[in-house]
């Protein structure tokens, strides 16, 4: 791996004026700085991961949905390919500059595939209440490996990132199976009054891949017609992000890792490697 060559590629994609732009609204689409054979590593990986799901993985649609989507997390370890795809790409240089961090820690990998015709919506929501982790210096990257039009793809509210936690709910049935009832503020009902809200969001085609903050509100619809889409998300840390172990099974979940990291501890620890130090 070449570093000076993936720093010269994310020079050319990544402008100062972009990283402004992802400070300010909290998702950004970088276009083509993936490789063909680095879209074609991540496609094997995703068929690999469909063949042999983990014991993590579950089907996110109802069973009378005419396609499905299928999830699948923290798999970096046991799929070689998402492994090299996540520790040789330009990644976690764009991590580092979209954080503003020194370094840069993995998180744990996400895949979300919609089969042609599925019509399950992700719903509007923010990431980190689900999570285990406190601190603002965090990204997730959104790659697709298939054209995903502007219809299918996720969307952002802009500037959501620097307002308050918002209740996170369950995606099927609008449970609080996190935070208890009452004590994070709702979701506004983005989809009754969209014109109220700055919505942006972008097509997307293979070596294009989207940015986001884990606290930007967002969503997707489902996958009208004949398309398939097969995205890969992944998710870094940098220097504030510290542990914070909850009361209730976190989205993924890390079993034991409270009694390996005490609540305040920075992430350091074999699940989340450092990618840039």
């Known amino acids: 791996m070449d570093k000076l060559a993936l720093q010269q590629r994310v020079n050319d994609r990544l402008t100062p004026q972009m990283v402004a732009d992802f400070q300010r609204d909290g998702a950004l689409c970088i276009r083509q700085l993936l490789t063909p054979d680095e879209v074609e590593l991540l496609r094997d990986g995703i068929e690999a991961n469909l063949a042999a799901p983990s014991p993590r993985a579950k089907i996110a649609s109802r069973p009378d949905d005419p396609g499905r989507f299928f999830e699948d997390f923290c798999n970096w370890q046991e799929i ?21 961090s020194d370094s840069v820690r993995l998180y744990h990998d996400h895949l979300l595939v919609k089969e ?8 509007w929501h923010q990431d980190q209440p689900y999570y285990n982790i406190d601190g603002r210096q965090n990204v997730s990257m959104w790659i697709p490996v298939d054209p995903v039009p502007r219809a299918s793809t996720l969307e952002f509210v802009a500037g959501s990132h620097l307002g308050p936690w918002l209740m996170p709910r369950s995606f099927m049935d609008q449970q609080a199976k996190w935070f208890p009832e009452g004590s994070l503020a709702d979701l506004p009902d983005i989809d009754g009054a969209r014109e109220r809200f700055n919505i942006i969001g972008w097509d997307i085609a293979p070596g294009d891949f989207v940015c986001f903050h884990m606290l930007t509100l967002h969503a997707a619809a489902g996958m009208d017609g004949g398309g398939r889409r097969r995205v890969f998300s992944v998710r870094f840390l940098g220097d504030d992000v510290r542990h914070a172990p909850r009361p209730w099974r976190t989205s993924p979940d890390f079993p034991g890792l409270a009694d390996a990291l005490p609540a305040g501890a920075p992430m350091a620890h074999p699940l989340f490697p450092l990618l840039i130090d």
């Open 116 to 123: 042609p015709g599925t019509r399950q919506r992700t719903p």
């Open 80 to 100: 070689a390919q998402f492994q090299r795809f996540i520790f040789e790409s330009p990644l976690a240089q764009v991590a580092q500059r979209l954080m503003g």
